[in-house]
């Protein structure tokens, strides 16, 4: 899976221009950047909130083939403006939708290679873009437990990933408590060697740049910053090191158009507040 700077919406850095405020939310700004990376005729496991609203902004925009999947079995949904589904297994998702199918046959479409993009979240990342959904702390004496796994080290295992979180020292930190969804394992040749040759970490898209893996090591580094965001500031936020090229590429901020069909499909900003 790649991508180009400038269908992903990005520029060089002129770090001596100053950008002007932003006339969006941080919600919709993870929502119009996920959305860039996705591609004409791919099929996407997308979940509820905003890994659907930047599959459904990506099919109105430049990949009117993307096809959207629900672990729920619902393949290419129809989402009415306003009425956003607030679970993968809710009803309405299968009216108007292309085919209903069961979970397993979902989970076979991801074992024979037909899903090319996963949307994952998690409360923790770590350098090799491993995801902690399950729970922090001890494992014999958790201080929160956390929703678990669902599908997600299904899709983790067996397709690319795309990942939008805020970023924040407590999410990006140096090991997670618990590996829910595999990324890269231990980096190197971890996650081909533990017998997950296929997938892994593609992006990871936060409200301060848009994270890719180095080909050889698997770490972590910064592929662009959003406007008005310092190598120094998005180093401060992740706790581990993190490589910033003197070079980096800067976003381009969500267009008047983006921004418009994610509020036409959100009016009452119940994920874009």
Not at 12 to 32: F, I, K, Q, W, Y
Not at 52 to 70: C, E, N, V, W, Y
Not at 142 to 169: C, F, Q, W, Y
């Amino acid at each position: 899976m790649t991508t180009d700077l400038a269908h992903a919406g990005l520029a060089r850095a002129d770090l001596g221009v100053a950008p002007a405020a932003p006339a969006h939310t941080a919600s919709e700004l993870l929502a119009v950047m996920s959305a860039r990376l996705l591609r004409e005729g791919q099929t996407v496991f997308a979940g509820v909130g905003i890994p659907l609203l930047a599959a459904i902004l990506a099919q109105r925009t430049h990949a009117p083939g993307l096809t959207i999947l629900f672990e729920g079995g619902v393949i290419g949904p129809f989402v009415e403006p306003g009425k956003l589904p607030p679970s993968t297994n809710e009803q309405r998702c299968t009216r108007r939708a292309n085919m209903l199918v069961s979970i397993t046959d979902v989970l076979l479409m991801l074992q024979r290679g037909y899903v090319d993009v996963g949307f994952m979240g998690g409360a923790q990342i770590d350098r090799y873009g491993n995801l902690n959904s399950s729970f922090i702390g001890d494992a014999d004496a958790p201080k929160i437990r956390l929703p678990g796994t669902g599908g997600g080290n299904d899709i983790a295992s067996l397709a690319d990933m795309i990942v939008a979180m805020k970023h924040e020292k407590r999410r990006f930190v140096e090991k997670v408590d618990f590996v829910t969804s595999p990324g890269f394992l231990r980096g190197g040749s971890s996650r081909a060697d533990a017998g997950l040759p296929a997938g892994g970490m593609f992006r990871v898209v936060t409200d301060l740049g848009i994270l890719g893996f180095d080909p050889e090591s698997r770490a972590m580094m910064v592929l662009a910053l959003h406007p008005g965001v310092s190598a120094e500031t998005i180093r401060a936020h992740t706790g581990f090191p993190l490589p910033v090229p003197d070079d980096v590429a800067v976003t381009e901020p969500p267009t008047a158009g983006e921004l418009a069909i994610l509020r036409e499909l959100d009016p009452a900003r119940l994920y874009t507040a």
